[in-house]
């Protein structure tokens, strides 16, 4: 019984000594440890690798056989992973785990805290090879990175214009559909390109 409630409690009172990390079971301590060593029982049959658990190679097996066994009960979208599941879940439940200790922003997945987190540290890891510039993140580096390649990715099916974002597609789209309150943005937009 004790055992079992260390589940409850998330005490892991059994810590490995090469990397400290920690477990709620002596065995699972142990099982850990073999891979300190180098010591793997079960052995991928489709490329070799080698893997201290048999739970561990089966789930790797997966990657060669493309079995997505996890399926989303409300799109039904399917997933290789339970965790993957129940955190792409998050986007019906609409659940946040995750929150801003300095504005209280909630996110449902950790990565999108941690890039929110740069505008309160104002940390731009992400660097343009070309000319310095700096970003936050790696999408931004991307679209900036089109002014050196000349990249126009996005164009217009009505008149063919190219366009480096989706945003200043859409924006002169709505002149081919009528919106003439866009027309000056339109120029300036022409003009930004």
């Known amino acids: 019984m004790k055992k079992h409630q260390r589940i409850h409690t998330g005490e892991k009172p059994f810590r490995c000594s090469d990397c400290g990390m920690s477990f709620s079971y002596t065995e699972a301590l142990k099982a850990h440890q073999q ?4 010591y793997n029982l079960y052995c991928c049959s489709d490329c070799g690798k080698s893997f201290s658990f048999s739970g561990y190679m089966k789930k790797h097996q997966q990657s060669h056989t493309g079995e997505k066994p996890y ?3 409300d799109c039904g979208k399917s997933f290789r992973f339970s965790g993957d599941m129940k955190k792409h879940q998050r986007i019906h439940t609409g659940e946040k785990l995750y929150c801003c200790s300095d504005c209280g922003k909630s996110f449902r997945f950790k990565n999108n805290l941690l890039t929110h987190r740069q505008i309160h540290t104002g ?3 992400c660097h343009c090879s070309d000319c310095g510039k700096i970003f936050r993140t790696k999408n931004d580096l991307r679209v900036h990175q089109q002014i050196h390649s000349g990249e126009k990715p996005y164009w217009c099916s009505d008149c063919g214009k190219h366009f480096r974002q989706a945003g200043a597609l859409n924006s002169h789209q709505r002149i081919h559909n009528g919106d003439k309150v866009h027309v000056n ?3 300036n937009l022409n003009l930004a390109l």
């Open 35 to 38: 891979m300190h060593i180098g």
């Open 123 to 125: 940390e731009k890891p």
């Open 185 to 187: 943005s339109e120029r």
């Open 71 to 73: 399926l989303c009960s």
